[in-house]
């Protein structure tokens, strides 16, 4: 099925392409996991072994097969769009999505923008509706998940909306923005006051990824199955 910009059957176009093999023929004998979010997901300025849903996808690798669908730049209402073109693709069984900040949008133009809340387009924009797109975008989530029996997980990538969202699988307190530094005195003998960058100089690096998905697996391990 396809009305305009919106499928069941193939993932938008996208100039930065998927951080995942093809899925045409898709293999079988696993369960799919998809992984939406934005660049942090992506990995931009990562090596494929090191962002977050690189080191998630070392769990439970007998059952799990993980499909990185972030997209740098996304905004909530992309990521939905993105899932939607899964359902008759990918066939997830398990849903995780990395929430970017809620100001953004995608507008459909001739050719799909997203747009950041510093936009002339968005200067309608408040934390009302900031809030409320969120939460429309988290009720198709639910409501793909809850038509295909698939499980949700939700966590957040610069700032968290958990109290927006309670009752969900969410990760709690952590975010790939707060998560790293920290002090551990088993792991760590010295202080780390700022935070690690990726090669872009800009997101976050590798021990926030790292940590950030250690995090996830000690929340949700055993319901990734």
Known sequence: MQYGLFT?????????????????????????VVVLGCSHTYGVGHDDDTHWVAHLSKHN?????????????????LIVRILYGTEQTIYPSII??????????????????NLTSGD????MENDDTDKNNFLMNVFHVEKFAQKNKCKTFHCFADESYQEHIKGLNVLEDYT?????????KFEQRVRHPEPSYAADGEHYGEP?????????????GKKLK
């Open 61 to 77: 690798t007998k059952r799990l097969r993980y499909w990185n669908l972030g997209q740098p730049g996304a905004s909530a209402d």
């Open 96 to 113: 995780i999505v990395c929430w970017p900040l809620w100001s953004r949008r995608e507008k459909l133009l001739s050719q799909p923008k």
């Open 120 to 123: 002339e387009l968005l200067k």
């Open 208 to 220: 926030h990824h790292k940590r950030f998905a250690e995090l996830f697996v000690s929340y949700f």
């Open 176 to 184: 790939i923005k707060n998560c790293w530094p920290y002090w551990n």
């Open 8 to 32: 069941d059957k193939g993932l938008p176009e996208s100039q930065f392409g998927y951080r995942c093999p093809n899925y045409n023929p898709m293999p079988s004998g696993k369960k799919n």
